[in-house]
């Protein structure tokens, strides 16, 4: 069975740092890209980017780039997105989400979903 | 950077109604590389529709997409208790993604 586990809820302050994870289990991890989703409160899907496992070769949405950065740890199946700096307007659950093949880029799996809640 | 724009926002139906949603592209767009997704309150996102009018995996046959160029929908055709829900249409390609801002389908 194909399983996204994500890293569980996390509460920030402004200007911290803060990385998330999501592990790929039940199919060959390094064959599909990940790609990561948020959704701030009460809105709608926004794509962040997206990353190969097999080469870490990674894309980012305009409007994310430079602000975050995914990676990978393909020794344990795991994908990552990282703040440097977070904001208020941060606060969103953040999803990871697998491709459905290398010749077909919807998203056929998701995790759970990662709250990240940034506050003073 | 292809814009997707769905109507209506909400849509107030009955069950056993059918239910047509609208997605339109700023530009014309491969049909390959149109999905349409589900989302139910608290709950990750879930794949329907691949390729504007495949069904993914275990998706019932009453979901149905279609369209070309600029203009998509997903048809419900009777709408079950379980369908009302949040749906996003999704284009992908060229290495960048889009969401549309989705349709609300609740129950009148």
């Known amino acids: 069975e194909v399983q996204l586990v994500q890293s569980g809820a996390e509460v920030k302050k402004p200007g911290e740092s803060l990385r998330i994870s999501c592990k790929g289990s039940g199919y060959p991890f390094t064959s599909y890209w990940i790609n990561w989703v948020r959704q701030m409160p009460g809105k709608g899907l926004e794509w962040m980017g997206r990353i190969d496992p097999s080469d870490s070769q990674s894309n980012y949405s305009p409007s994310f780039q430079g602000h975050v950065t995914v990676s990978v740890d393909k020794s344990i199946s795991t994908a990552y997105l990282r703040w440097g700096s977070l904001k208020a307007s941060d606060t969103a659950i953040y999803y990871c989400?697998?491709?459905?093949?290398?010749?077909?880029?919807?998203?056929?799996?998701w995790g759970q979903g990662t709250l990240v809640s940034v506050s003073s | 950077e292809i814009v997707l724009t769905q109507s209506p926002g909400t849509l107030s139906l009955s069950p056993g109604e059918r239910a047509i949603l609208s997605c339109r592209a700023s530009q014309s767009v491969s049909s390959n590389y149109l999905a349409w997704y589900q989302q139910k309150g608290g709950q990750a996102p879930r794949l329907l529709i691949y390729g504007a009018s495949s069904r993914a995996a275990g998706i019932p046959d009453r979901f149905s997409g279609g369209g070309s160029g600029t203009d998509f929908t997903l048809t419900i055709s009777r709408l079950e208790p379980e369908d009302f829900a949040v749906y996003y249409c999704q284009h992908y390609g060229r290495a960048q993604y889009t969401f549309g801002q989705g349709t609300k389908l609740e129950i009148k």
């Open positions: 989400a697998r491709v459905r093949y290398s010749s077909d880029s919807s998203f056929i799996y």
